[in-house]
């Protein structure tokens, strides 16, 4: 049971767990096991103990899967109300404790829950297998390109959260955009209406790369979050590295995912739960605490979002450094003569928190890190005039390195969703600009989504003959 656990929750997060956390849960399961195994034991046989353990194991470790699996049956579906479940489970459990003392023959029960635990396992592993084939499966197919002229390098720099120039002027009070003419001096094309497809960067660069939309997300729902393990790993499989590297191109990775074999700057989880809570989020302890205390408690939610701030910070507070480090290797990145590279950047900005007003000058601490980290659009406003020049230097510096024979991409992956907007809908409203040498901009258009970024690039100076996706927008809980 403990090692079919673990198991299934490395198959699920992946790279998103820490191998030392994991290690730690083991262990305590395993202990805890056995101190529930040795207090049975001054009341039943050996065999009957192990068997009850297991049981109760199951109960409190998969509660959750077991309460989805009900809540998401057309029948079964009232079986997965708190009121009903948690009657049910201790009732059973009861029955099950009082008739144990009975048993006599334990023999086939221990082969069966043997057995069927190891069919969990070869399941999982089987299942883990045909992931990373259907991971690695062409989902494109490309036209052979025969052309033999020299194409462009390809840089992408992706400015987190950064939104539309109207999202600006309507919400941020802003009335000098920066960044927009200084673009257009550059010859660059600034899309307008631009849309991100998803409100969640992992979901948002997984559709870019991979130039479709995914399957299996249902955005009525609020994802689990092993959904976000499924979006780094097409992230990380996308089908546009390896054409591009079968078309000659490098690749250089300063972002916070890996792509390819490329490992990446710096992992981010997207979670703002600890890796231990993470692995035990499904327990039955966790599930009640999380679904019912704050019914019940007062100020157990104000207690809790005291946690989910102190959390956040812990994750954020290196967020400027690694901004910084990414500047720089890009700044550094020094391209050989006569290779075609594709550089790709994330800049964790102007992602809050908003570490620097517009002139530079840092925010303290206890503003930076307030609780309205995420919220206080005066210092969002004055980030992004930050940004804005950090952004135009990084520009500048490509274009004298490749003397402007380069593909530019400056795009965001959604705006923030908590800036006192109205609508939801305005999470989309990102920002999109494109550099193409020579300045032919006929296969841009007004509304284009990031999804489709990479499929006009790959018609342009590929040959190929990608059609463009209807432009949707999906709103991740």
Same mark, same amino acid.
């Given at each position: 049971?403990?090692?079919?656990?673990?198991?299934?929750?490395?198959?699920?997060?992946?790279?998103?767990?820490?191998?030392?956390?994991?290690?730690?849960?083991?262990?305590?399961?395993?202990?805890?096991?056995?101190?529930?195994?040795?207090?049975?034991?001054?009341?039943?046989?050996?065999?009957?103990?192990?068997?009850?353990?297991?049981? !109760?194991?199951?109960?409190?470790?998969? $509660?959750?899967? %077991? @309460?989805?699996?009900?809540? =998401?049956? #057309?029948?079964?579906? /009232?079986?997965?109300?708190?009121?009903?479940?948690?009657?049910?489970?201790?009732?059973?459990?009861?029955?099950?404790?009082?008739?144990?003392?009975?048993?006599?023959?334990?023999?086939?029960?221990?082969?069966?829950?043997?057995?069927?635990?190891?069919?969990?396992?070869?399941?999982?592993?089987?299942?883990?297998?045909?992931?990373?084939?259907?991971?690695?499966?062409?989902?494109?197919?490309?036209?052979?390109?025969?052309?033999?002229?020299?194409?462009?390098?390809?840089?992408?720099?992706?400015?987190?959260?950064?939104?539309?120039?109207?999202?600006?002027?309507?919400?941020?009070?802003?009335?000098?955009?920066?960044?927009? !003419?200084?673009?257009?001096?550059?010859? $660059?094309?600034? %899309? @307008?209406?631009?849309?991100? =497809?998803? #409100?969640?960067?992992? /979901?948002?660069?997984?559709?870019?790369?991979?130039?479709?939309?995914?399957?299996?997300?249902?955005?009525?729902?609020?994802?689990?979050?092993?959904?976000?393990?499924?979006?780094?790993?097409?992230?990380?499989?996308?089908?546009?590295?390896?054409?591009?590297?079968?078309?000659?191109?490098?690749?250089?990775?300063?972002?916070?995912?890996?792509?390819?074999?490329?490992?990446?700057?710096?992992?981010?989880?997207?979670?703002?739960?600890?890796?231990?809570?993470?692995?035990?989020?499904?327990?039955?302890?966790?599930?009640?605490?999380?679904?019912?205390?704050?019914?019940?408690?007062?100020?157990?939610?104000?207690?809790?979002?005291?946690?989910?701030?102190?959390?956040?910070?812990?994750?954020?507070?290196?967020?400027?450094?690694?901004?910084?480090?990414?500047?720089?290797?890009?700044?550094?990145?020094?391209?050989?003569?006569?290779?075609?590279?594709?550089?790709?950047?994330?800049?964790?900005?102007?992602?809050?928190?908003?570490?620097?007003?517009?002139?530079?000058?840092?925010?303290?601490?206890?503003?930076?890190?307030?609780?309205?980290?995420?919220?206080?659009?005066?210092?969002?406003?004055?980030?992004?005039?930050?940004?804005?020049?950090?952004?135009?230097?990084?520009?500048d510096n490509i274009l004298k390195k490749t003397n402007g024979n380069?593909?530019?991409?400056?795009?965001?992956?959604?705006?923030?969703?908590?800036?006192?907007?109205?609508?939801?809908?305005?999470?989309?409203?990102?920002?999109?600009?494109?550099?193409?040498?020579?300045?032919?901009?006929?296969q841009l258009y007004d509304g284009m989504s990031n999804v489709n970024?990479?499929?006009?690039?790959?018609?342009?100076?590929?040959?190929?003959?990608?059609?463009?996706?209807?432009?949707?927008?999906?709103?991740?809980?």
């Amino acid at each position: 049971m403990p090692v079919y656990f673990l198991l299934h929750l490395y198959i699920r997060y992946g790279g998103m767990l820490e191998p030392h956390a994991a290690l730690s849960a083991l262990i305590k399961v395993i202990a805890g096991i056995l101190v529930f195994f040795l207090l049975l034991k001054y009341f039943y046989s050996n065999a009957v103990s192990a068997i009850l353990t297991t049981i !109760s194991g199951i109960c409190f470790l998969f $509660f959750g899967d %077991i @309460k989805y699996t009900f809540t =998401n049956s #057309s029948v079964l579906y /009232f079986l997965g109300h708190y009121k009903v479940i948690l009657p049910l489970i201790f009732t059973l459990l009861a029955v099950l404790y009082f008739r144990a003392r009975k048993w006599k023959n334990t023999s086939s029960t221990s082969i069966f829950l043997n057995l069927l635990f190891l069919i969990y396992i070869i399941s999982d592993l089987v299942s883990q297998v045909a992931t990373n084939y259907h991971d690695k499966k062409e989902t494109i197919l490309f036209s052979h390109n025969k052309t033999k002229e020299q194409r462009p390098s390809i840089y992408y720099i992706l400015s987190d959260a950064y939104p539309s120039t109207d999202f600006q002027a309507s919400y941020l009070g802003k009335h000098t955009f920066y960044l927009d !003419s200084a673009l257009h001096s550059k010859g $660059f094309a600034v %899309i @307008k209406n631009s849309s991100s =497809n998803y #409100s969640s960067t992992p /979901f948002s660069m997984a559709a870019t790369f991979s130039m479709e939309y995914l399957e299996g997300i249902d955005t009525s729902f609020q994802l689990a979050a092993f959904r976000y393990n499924y979006a780094l790993r097409t992230i990380k499989n996308a089908p546009l590295f390896s054409y591009l590297k079968k078309e000659g191109y490098e690749l250089a990775n300063f972002s916070i995912f890996d792509i390819d074999t490329i490992p990446a700057t710096k992992r981010i989880r997207f979670l703002t739960i600890s890796t231990s809570n993470m692995i035990f989020y499904n327990c039955i302890w966790n599930s009640v605490k999380r679904d019912l205390f704050w019914q019940v408690l007062p100020g157990y939610l104000h207690s809790r979002e005291k946690v989910v701030e102190k959390q956040l910070k812990e994750q954020l507070e290196d967020q400027d450094s690694y901004n910084r480090s990414v500047i720089r290797s890009l700044t550094n990145f020094s391209p050989v003569k006569n290779k075609n590279y594709f550089v790709y950047t994330h800049l964790l900005m102007p992602h809050y928190p908003f570490f620097f007003n517009e002139k530079g000058e840092p925010f303290p601490d206890s503003l930076v890190f307030s609780g309205t980290m995420m919220t206080n659009s005066e210092r969002f406003a004055s980030y992004i005039g930050y940004t804005d020049r950090q952004l135009v230097q990084l520009v500048d510096n490509i274009l004298k390195k490749t003397n402007g024979n380069a593909v530019i991409i400056l795009q965001s992956d959604h705006t923030l969703s908590n800036i006192g907007q109205e609508k939801s809908e305005d999470v989309f409203d990102n920002y999109n600009a494109f550099y193409f040498p020579g300045g032919n901009y006929q296969q841009l258009y007004d509304g284009m989504s990031n999804v489709n970024s990479f499929r006009v690039v790959l018609n342009k100076y590929f040959g190929q003959s990608l059609a463009m996706l209807p432009d949707k927008r999906f709103h991740i809980r």
